[in-house]
């Protein structure tokens, strides 16, 4: 079956530290990954995503390639700020059913000190 | 654009009540909605997919006798947890899917306490 891996938090950095967070999954054929963050009480929101190999996710400063051959999708970023603090989840996606289930990460809790 | 709804935010129940929690796509239309729950400190489980106008799939091990999805129409999913217990607190989040599309928009989730 499907699975995601990704790296054991908490991660702590000081402010305009270097970011990073492996990940790294399991699946049959050609899923799409995601990577969504979720601040404190809320839902989660769409950080970033690529569809196909070797395509670049990015958005606010992140970035992810997906990498077919170490089928991982790193999560990095080069200067975090106190707002990057967030809990941040690799996911992938792979149509079964005629529905795009969602498989995720157990998370990884962000926290940048000033 | 893409914005999901989930009300109340927060809902305390005493214990053996119902209460439902609704989802809704504000601005599109969505044939699938999904339904997770989330323990503190964890990843978000599935409990179930629901398509618009059929009955809801539900994963291994939760009970749709107890957690009754409705999705009666393309922008609303109600979820009703039935006979409340103290073990059923939890963060419970909803996500839809744009018809046509694989994306999921997740809502800002529902703390369900029960006393």
């Known amino acids: 079956g499907n699975s995601v891996t990704q790296m054991e938090g908490p991660v702590t950095l000081s402010e305009e530290a270097f970011l990073t967070i492996n990940c790294t999954y399991t699946?049959?054929?050609?899923?799409?990954l995601f990577w969504y963050v979720q601040y404190p009480g809320e839902g989660l929101q769409l950080l970033l995503k690529?569809?196909?190999?070797?395509d670049k996710g990015s958005n606010k400063g992140f970035e992810a390639t997906y990498r077919k051959e170490t089928t991982s999708f790193h999560l990095e970023k080069g200067s975090v700020q106190v707002s990057d603090s967030a809990v941040y989840f690799c996911?992938?996606?792979?149509?079964?059913?005629?529905?795009?289930?969602?498989?995720f990460g157990k998370g990884t809790k962000l926290s940048v000190i000033p | 654009g893409a914005v999901v709804s989930q009300h109340p935010s927060r809902v305390i129940c005493k214990s053996g009540t119902s209460v439902k929690i609704e989802c809704r796509s504000l601005d599109f239309q969505a044939t699938t909605m999904f339904w997770y729950r989330q323990f503190p400190k964890q990843s978000l489980m599935l409990m179930a997919t629901?398509?618009?106008?059929?009955?809801?799939?539900?994963e291994q091990g939760v009970e749709k006798d107890k957690f009754l999805i409705n999705h009666a129409s393309l922008t609303l999913s109600t979820l009703t947890v039935t006979s409340a217990h103290p073990e059923d607190s939890s963060f419970y989040i909803c996500?839809?899917?744009?018809?046509?599309?694989?994306?999921?928009?997740f809502g800002p989730g529902t703390r369900l306490t029960v006393t």
């Open positions: 699946a049959t054929g050609y899923p799409s």
């Open positions: 996500s839809a899917s744009p018809s046509g599309t694989y994306e999921q928009y």
């Open positions: 690529a569809t196909k190999a070797d």
């Open positions: 629901s398509n618009e106008g059929s009955k809801a799939t539900y």
């Open positions: 996911a992938l996606t792979y149509s079964g059913a005629g529905s795009y289930q969602l498989t």
